[in-house]
């Protein structure tokens, strides 16, 4: 019993201190370089020196000893000590990294270490889309809904009917009639995958919902006439505040080529180029939208190629033509280093509206889009190339900008009036 006390006294002198960890003197190694004798004392002694590895701490001077037998107890010990002791030195490893990354003094092994960690985080979590977490969320409320109704017969299309009319007619209280449709999208997208059946079967929930939304009337964004886009592009370029300039950049995307927000944040360095024969802004867009498509290209007058060229001298001299187009000014860097983000894009209709001197009201971010396509078909052009232009995948949505568009009501009351002649002849 007094050799075991004494071993484990001798242990209890052998663990790391903190001395040691900041690189203790020669006294001390040599306090800890004696009375090791156990099996476990010996093992304790290397992991303390590949831990002081780690630290970038000399390798501590011991005397080399032969290790005893040890009894079972103390081998227990042992294996339980040890695992204490990896579970520290695995922490400190990974806060040693945290600092050396932070301090930008990384060494080899910390580039493998984490690539490593990022291999693991790549394979557990996988990157989702936009929308299929909005199908994730939409379907575990319709799963909540059945599992609290305890419903389990999804192979009846009757009984499926019934409770799917309970159910959007609480989405109805929760969300706007036109959400409905989209959680009615999501939902048949699970019986699809799930049980092999469209929700078209289920007459009931289709006659409801065209119910629910026969009144509904989607509020539109309202629009800014060509003369005011013009004006909004010239003061842009005659500003000196790098935010105005940023604005009219940002206009000149969205209207000239219909773009949304989300796809001016894709268009990137070397799709934007100044034509100094035509003077005109080239811009070439290939990148995937909502709709697939090979990409095409769009210019922007030569009347704001200034704006343009002034814009593009503001950007890294070395700017690396994959890197994203609008970025933010730096105002201690003094050029434009961080990309320009969806929010700050979308507020910019805000900034529009008081230099156009017009209230805020009725105007998004997705007014610069509707202002052009409404626009063009004001000024006659084609449903063809406008349907094209805009990438819209549906007739219905480029008949709305066409069907009450100038061309069309001047035809219409030239033929009005021209019947109206014809009968007063009469």
């Known amino acids: 019993m ?11 002198k052998n663990l790391p201190s903190t001395t040691l960890l900041e690189g203790g003197s020669d006294a001390d190694d040599k306090t800890v370089s004696t009375g090791v004798t156990t099996r476990g004392a010996a093992m304790k002694k290397n992991l303390k020196n590949e831990f002081l590895q780690t630290l970038s701490v000399p390798e501590l001077k011991t005397k080399e000893t032969a290790p005893l037998e040890g009894t079972h ?11 204490i002791c990896e579970t520290i030195i695995s922490k400190v490893e990974d806060l040693l990294v945290n600092i050396r990354v932070k301090n930008e003094k990384t060494q080899a092994i910390d580039h493998k270490y984490l690539l490593t960690e990022t291999d693991d985080l790549l394979k557990d979590k996988k990157t989702k889309t936009k929308s299929e977490k909005m199908y994730e969320r939409y379907q575990k409320k319709w799963l909540e809904y059945a599992k609290g109704k305890k419903f389990k017969n999804f192979k009846s299309t009757d009984d499926v009917d019934c ?28 019986f699809i995958d799930k049980h092999g059946y469209k929700l078209d ?27 005011q886009v013009d004006y909004l592009l010239k003061y842009s370029t005659q500003s000196s505040n790098h935010e105005d300039t940023l604005m009219g950049v940002c206009t000149a995307l969205q209207y000239y080529g219909l773009l949304r927000i989300s796809d001016t944040l894709k268009v990137t360095v070397g799709d934007v180029e100044v034509c100094e024969e035509t003077g005109n802004v080239k811009v070439l867009f290939e990148h995937a939208r909502k709709r697939k498509n090979a990409g095409f290209t769009f210019y922007i007058p030569k009347d704001y190629k200034l704006l343009f060229k002034k814009y593009m001298g503001e950007l890294q001299p070395f700017a690396s ?11 201690t860097e003094y050029v434009r280093l961080r990309g320009t983000g969806y929010k700050k894009i979308s507020k910019m209709i805000n900034r529009a509206c008081k230099v156009l001197d017009i209230p805020v009201d009725g105007y998004t971010g997705h007014c610069l889009r509707r202002s052009a396509a409404t626009n063009l078909a004001d000024r006659g052009v084609s449903f063809v190339n406008l349907k094209r232009h805009g990438q819209w995948k549906s007739d219905s949505v480029v008949e709305g900008y066409t069907a009450n568009s100038e061309p069309l009501r001047m035809e219409r009351l030239s033929k009005s009036l021209s019947s109206c002649s014809r009968d007063t002849k009469k």
């Open 201 to 227: 079967v289920c007459l009931r929930v289709n006659k409801y919902l065209k119910q629910t939304t026969s009144t509904y009337v989607t509020k539109k964004s309202k629009v800014l006439t060509a003369t």
């Open 73 to 83: 107890l103390e081998e227990k010990a042992f294996l339980k000590e040890n695992k």
């Open 321 to 331: 033509p994959d890197g994203q187009f609008l970025k933010n000014f730096s105002v």
């Open 163 to 190: 409770i799917l009319v309970d159910f959007f007619h609480l989405m109805a209280m929760m969300y706007a009639p036109s959400t409905l449709y989209v959680i009615y999208s999501c939902v048949n997208s699970w």
């Open 2 to 12: 007094k050799e075991k006390q004494q071993t484990a006294k001798r242990g209890k």
